[in-house]
């Protein structure tokens, strides 16, 4: 148990018995996935979700992605057609969420989907989330466990860093491997989907099964990440920079080196990977200001793109 009185669990079998009694009961625990640490609880419980906005500071209009063990439980909280079916073969378990259908009879606790017909499902690939959806039997709401707009976490320091206090426990699994978010899709009714939010699923990837997305955007905040202002580092921040000037903390990639550097040899997946832990060091170093250097658009680059420009918003 760290100072604040959050329990550090380890991945281990005790591990994640005490993490699955903790939530089972309705309580809070950060878990790792390959993408970044989730903030776990029991979707089924209405008490158990609203602790989540309540330890993030969430806005309740901003939906939960629910994560799921297997394609039953799945099945039983949303409507699958062929496409979602297709995409759940070829991606998950993995980085994947799926926009769908949500079940009239779905045991979901209504803020999940913040009054939503949808609901966003993944099957996480990290061995310690699914040990604990198996354990658990549950399906298990998880966003990001940071405070809400803050940067994600891609270790369990960052999560005790933000909410040590405010949670029950966290697994500490390591560094996340993936280190960005999900890429999230909508497979809507008329046969057309959406991309929500760029990740480590490249677009192309998903277009080779399901043709050319449909472009227009939905007003409404449908998935996590779509917020305008959102993974912010808490100071000022310069893209696509050259260089720094003396008070910015530079955050650089490939020939640009920086104070903390994505990927010197200019490795889009490192990256990815590497970012919020450099934006983590960025707001925790004295200088006022971030720089970043400028990186590719095209793969995964959209979506650290994605993350970096809505972060200096």
């Known amino acids: 148990m760290d100072q604040s009185g959050t329990e550090l669990l380890a991945p281990d079998a005790a591990g994640i018995t005490r993490a699955s009694e903790l939530l089972r009961g309705g309580r809070l625990v950060a878990v790792p996935t390959e993408t970044v640490y989730g903030l776990a609880a029991r979707a089924d419980s209405d008490a158990a979700v609203a602790s989540i906005y309540r330890a993030k500071g969430r806005p309740d209009f901003n939906p939960l992605i629910v994560h799921v063990a297997s394609r039953e439980l799945a099945e039983s909280l949303a409507v699958l057609d062929s496409r979602a079916r297709e995409l759940a073969d070829r991606f ?142 808490g100071k000022p921040l310069r893209l696509e920079a050259q260089d720094s000037a003396s008070d910015e903390f530079m955050i650089g990639f490939g020939d640009v080196a920086g104070d903390c550097t994505l990927s010197a040899s200019g490795d889009l997946a490192e990256a990815a990977a590497r970012l919020y832990a450099c934006l983590h060091l960025a707001a925790a170093s004295s200088k006022p200001r971030i720089a970043v250097a400028k990186l590719p658009h095209d793969g995964i680059g959209a979506a650290i793109g994605d993350r970096l420009a809505r972060a200096a918003a």
Do not use: F
């Open 92 to 233: 998950w378990p993995g980085p994947l969420t799926m926009v769908l259908p949500l079940r009239e009879d779905a045991q979901i606790a209504p803020a999940v989907t913040a009054g939503l017909p949808t609901i966003a499902l993944r099957m996480p690939a990290h061995p310690a989330m699914q040990a604990l959806l198996a354990q658990t039997g549950l399906p298990l709401a998880a966003p990001s466990a940071n405070r809400s707009g803050a940067v994600s976490p891609t270790d369990a320091g960052h999560v005790v860093a933000s909410l040590g206090g405010r949670i029950d426990a966290v697994v500490d699994g390591g560094a996340c491997e993936r280190g960005l978010e999900s890429t999230i899709v909508a497979l809507r009714a008329d046969g057309t989907w959406q991309l929500l939010r760029p990740g480590p699923i490249e677009e192309s990837r998903i277009s080779a099964i399901l043709g050319r997305p449909h472009d227009v955007t939905s007003a409404k905040v449908e998935a996590p990440g779509q917020l305008a202002q959102h993974y912010s580092p």
